[in-house]
């Protein structure tokens, strides 16, 4: 909010700058030295040869002018052009969003209101449900998952069957809906470099990079440490979002020295919530989400599952 002090200090400095137009206009327009006839020459010369001659601006345009100076006490007083001070309408930068966003919900309540109470699965046959789930997935997720959902770095692909947390309808609901925080904790300090080394050999060798046998070895011993969270037979957990380490598909990059800083210093993986959509844009996004990897429409077997 501005300071009473600061207001006035603004209404003052626009009052003047607008009287000041105006004594501008009224000096340049008002007659010259009586001596001189209009449109003859005044009596003074610039670079040897520049004359000036005596000719008032037209009539019509000094009107315009003075018109425009009156609008502008006008608009001064509908509109808060004087800091806190006029503004007898009211307006302001948050009503007008308040009240254009409430034109947009009205309008499209009944678009939505079409697809409430069907369930992801139906939505996903249905190309006009996708078609909505898909602009829907164009203002809200592109930033990070990418125009085509086949995600980038740090940013997991939405077209393949390789789940962090899942990709049934019910769990991609959860996922839009309150967000997700993947956390894979640092452990260059517990391992050590050797201990690194070891283990990273042994997860790539996972999904076929080749590495000296007795380091592969050495890292499978000391998978002890990840299997809490990735799992025995590393193929992860969905449930603390725990990838899958063998089936080179990388979240945060497959080579040597990616996989060192993943398990050196750790991932925090970061999906945002998006309960703000509301249930219907959401169960559309699940459903565009959840035909991006499903392109032909669920198999006869999913479709019967509950
Ligand atoms: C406390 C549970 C936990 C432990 C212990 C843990 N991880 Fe992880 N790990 C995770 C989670 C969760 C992620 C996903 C992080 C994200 O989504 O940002 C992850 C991600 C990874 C990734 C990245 C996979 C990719 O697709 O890029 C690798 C590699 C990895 N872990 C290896 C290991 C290794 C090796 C160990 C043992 C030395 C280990 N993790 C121990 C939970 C764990
Ligand atoms: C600010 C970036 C960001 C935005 C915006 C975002 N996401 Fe994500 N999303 C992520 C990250 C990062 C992850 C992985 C979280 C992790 O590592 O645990 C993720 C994970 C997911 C997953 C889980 C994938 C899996 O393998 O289980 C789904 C589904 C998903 N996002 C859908 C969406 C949808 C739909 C939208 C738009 C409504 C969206 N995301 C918007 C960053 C984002």
């Not at 009287?19 to 020459?41: F, M, Y």
């Not at 520049?50 to 018109?67: C, H, K, T, V």
């Not at 991932?267 to 032909?296: C, E, F, N, T």
Request: aromatic letters at 10%.
């Amino acid at each position: 909010m501005m300071t009473h002090g600061l207001s006035l200090f603004v209404a003052i400095l626009s009052i003047l700058n607008v009287l000041a137009c105006g004594w501008l206009i009224w000096w340049t327009a008002r007659s010259r030295p009586d001596e001189v006839k209009q449109g003859e020459v005044i009596d003074h010369v610039w670079d040897g040869d520049l004359q000036e001659r005596n000719n008032p601006m037209p009539r019509w345009w000094l009107i315009l002018f003075f018109l425009s100076i009156g609008f502008c006490f006008v608009y001064f007083l509908l509109y808060p052009a004087l800091g806190t001070f006029g503004n007898v309408l009211g307006w302001s930068k948050a009503n007008q969003y308040e009240s254009e966003m409430a034109e947009a919900r009205r309008e499209y309540a009944p678009v939505y209101a079409a697809f409430a109470g069907r369930s992801v699965l139906e939505l996903s046959r249905d190309p006009k449900a996708l078609a909505l789930g898909h602009s829907l997935f164009a203002n809200n997720c592109v930033q990070c998952h990418g125009s085509d959902g086949r995600g980038a770095t740090g940013f997991p692909n939405l077209t393949d069957q390789d789940w962090l947390y899942g990709g049934d309808p019910d769990t991609l609901v959860q996922t839009i809906t309150n967000g997700r925080e993947g956390v894979m904790p640092a452990l260059g300090a517990v391992l050590g470099e050797q201990g690194v080394t070891e283990v990273v050999a042994y997860v790539r060798s996972l999904s076929g990079a080749k590495a000296p046998a007795d380091q592969i070895e050495a890292g499978k011993a000391r998978f002890v440490l990840c299997a809490a969270c990735h799992g025995a037979d590393a193929k992860g957990n969905q449930a603390i979002g725990a990838p899958n380490l063998t089936d080179d598909i990388w979240l945060y990059g497959g080579s040597e020295k990616a996989v060192r800083t993943t398990v050196t210093n750790g991932r925090h993986g970061q999906m945002p919530s998006h309960k703000w959509l509301g249930d219907d844009r959401i169960r559309l996004l699940a459903a565009y989400v959840y035909s991006l990897s499903h392109p032909a429409g669920p198999s006869a077997g999913e479709a019967a599952a509950p």
